[in-house]
């Protein structure tokens, strides 16, 4: 039977998905768990200063405060943490884990995670950096108070122009990889990983929003949406404008839909023709959306909206692969 076994997996998003799978796929391959080789993955993310949407280093808020997200499970258990809105702690993803392994609940916020993380021995730290407070300096809200709507919002002229925004260089955001930006704004780093027992884990960690009013969560740190892990169906993961995730319940039915036999690619085009169908009979564009799958035989997949230009890793036992998604624009 062990012949039968799936060789082991992981996949991540974006560019710096690249760190996430170099660091999983040595530990999967010496036989850890899933979910360990996710979190310590999607950790090596959390800690670049030169990611600017996770971790270290994030972008702040409307006021200057970065407040991370994050969100763990386990495919076999279902068993499943999280954290939102959570300042000076760095390693959210870890912390996640530690609600789903210490606490009866699965979401813990702002202050009520940061006093946990103390108490569970996690150092309280500043995670600004000098480049990403230049950077909301450079792009913060003007005038009085928060901005109702981020530079980016959904309800705009020139469909082009979250995408200019979305992947304009600041610097420190170079090519990881065939002269592909590092993403600024919105994007997730959500890790999905298969291991040599056949089990699935998986992570999704975040700084959320750009210049987003305070305390706002996006999809990342919420089961179903931003992440859902199940070994009898699949995993799935998303990054983007968090709020057409949540709007669609988005990596539930990526996950659902392998359970009813699609393949992880037509799963993760089924869950984008949704967000695009759902964003017509609002009278908007489609924000910038992306899924990731992998199912129980190590089938992986993804999709992304029309000019989100997603770009995703995958470390198998044999080599380290850099893909585009293909985009789906709305129907005609």
């Known amino acids: 039977m062990k012949s039968h076994m799936p060789n082991y997996i992981v996949v991540a998003t974006w560019p710096f998905g690249q760190i996430a799978v170099k660091t999983a796929g040595p530990l999967l391959a010496q036989g850890q768990p899933a ?30 405060t970065v407040q991370l997200d994050a969100c763990v499970m386990d495919g076999q258990t279902l068993s499943c943490g999280a954290v939102a809105a959570v300042e000076n702690i760095r390693h959210v993803a870890a912390l996640a884990r530690r609600v789903m392994e210490k606490t009866p609940h699965i979401l813990l916020a702002g202050e009520g995670a940061r006093l946990f993380a103390v108490e569970q021995g996690f150092p309280l730290e500043i995670v600004n950096t000098a480049e990403g407070m230049a950077l909301w300096e450079k792009r913060k809200p003007k005038g009085k108070g928060p901005a109702s709507s ?57 700084s959320g929003l750009p210049f987003k009013l305070p305390g706002r969560v996006g999809d990342s740190p919420l089961i179903g949406h931003g992440l859902y892990v199940d070994n009898t169906a699949g995993a799935a993961g998303g990054t983007g404008r968090g709020e057409e995730i949540i709007r669609i319940g988005g990596s539930m039915m990526v996950v659902e839909a392998m359970r009813s036999g699609r393949s992880p690619q037509e799963a993760c085009e089924l869950a984008i023709r949704k967000v695009n169908a759902v964003a017509g009979r609002r009278g908007v564009h489609p924000a910038d959306v992306a899924f990731i799958a ?25 080599k380290v692969e850099f893909l585009k998604a293909p985009d789906l624009g709305p129907e005609k």
């Open 35 to 64: 979910l360990d080789a996710a979190i310590a993955g999607a950790q090596a993310v959390e800690d670049d200063p030169k990611v600017h949407s996770v971790g270290y280093g994030g972008v702040p808020n409307s006021i200057g």
């Open 294 to 318: 992998l199912d129980p035989k190590g089938r992986v997949g993804a999709a992304c909206t029309e000019k989100t230009n997603f770009f995703y890793a995958v470390a198998r036992p044999d």
């Open 150 to 206: 981020p530079p980016h919002a959904e309800h705009r002229t020139d469909d082009r122009s979250q995408h200019a925004f979305h992947h304009e260089k600041h610097g420190t955001g170079e090519s990881t990889s065939d002269n592909v930006e590092q993403p600024f704004g919105h994007d997730t780093v959500a890790v999905l990983a298969l291991d040599q027992k056949g089990h699935l884990g998986g992570v999704c960690t975040t």
